[in-house]
């Protein structure tokens, strides 16, 4: 799924791309990637929850021109916030960087601006900082 984003990448930028075994792919010009909470927890022993037992459900939308929308339904409301990502290395991790447009409710981060960091854990999955200072981690997975 990581290549999915760096696909998306290059069709922004090149309009199409190649894989390893240099099969040039073709994407449509509207392709969106979903990025979906898939688990969160808290520091506490048993506090893991998934699917409908979070206390709410987001995703991102990863769009053209390095866009995203992200969604969170929580007891009956939508909110959303729209911004630009990024993929950028710190201390050689790997991160999805989403700066939002404006400050919203939903961005989850410690420092109180408009961005976001989700540390990829294997080439399909991320997670939140947030729970440097929140206590939650939360847990992401790119939608097959």
Same mark, same amino acid.
């Given at each position: 799924?990581?290549?999915?984003?760096?696909?998306?990448?290059?069709? $922004?930028?090149?309009?199409?791309?190649?894989? *390893?075994?240099? /099969?040039?792919?073709? +994407?449509? =010009? *509207?392709?969106?990637?979903?990025?979906?909470?898939?688990?969160?927890?808290? %520091?506490?022993? !048993?506090?893991?929850?998934? @699917?409908?037992?979070?206390?709410?459900?987001?995703?991102?939308?990863? %769009? *053209? =021109?390095?866009?995203? /929308? %992200?969604?969170?339904?929580?007891?009956?409301? /939508? $909110?959303?916030?729209? @911004?630009?990502?990024?993929?950028?290395?710190? +201390?050689?991790? %790997?991160?999805?960087?989403? /700066?939002?447009?404006?400050?919203?409710?939903?961005?989850?981060?410690?420092? @109180?601006?408009?961005? =976001?960091?989700?540390?990829?854990?294997?080439?399909?999955?991320?997670?939140? !900082?947030? +729970?440097?200072?929140?206590?939650?981690?939360?847990?992401?997975?790119?939608?097959?």
């Amino acid at each position: 799924m990581f290549r999915s984003i760096y696909l998306l990448i290059g069709l $922004l930028i090149l309009g199409s791309c190649s894989d *390893n075994s240099d /099969t040039a792919i073709q +994407e449509s =010009e *509207n392709q969106t990637l979903r990025l979906n909470l898939v688990k969160m927890s808290g %520091k506490t022993l !048993n506090s893991e929850k998934s @699917g409908s037992d979070m206390a709410w459900q987001e995703y991102y939308e990863l %769009k *053209n =021109e390095m866009r995203f /929308t %992200k969604i969170q339904i929580r007891e009956g409301d /939508t $909110l959303q916030s729209q @911004g630009n990502f990024d993929i950028v290395m710190i +201390e050689s991790d %790997k991160y999805l960087k989403f /700066t939002h447009d404006s400050e919203h409710e939903i961005i989850a981060n410690c420092t @109180g601006t408009t961005e =976001e960091l989700l540390e990829y854990t294997d080439s399909n999955s991320l997670e939140s !900082n947030w +729970e440097d200072c929140r206590g939650s981690s939360l847990y992401y997975q790119f939608e097959n």
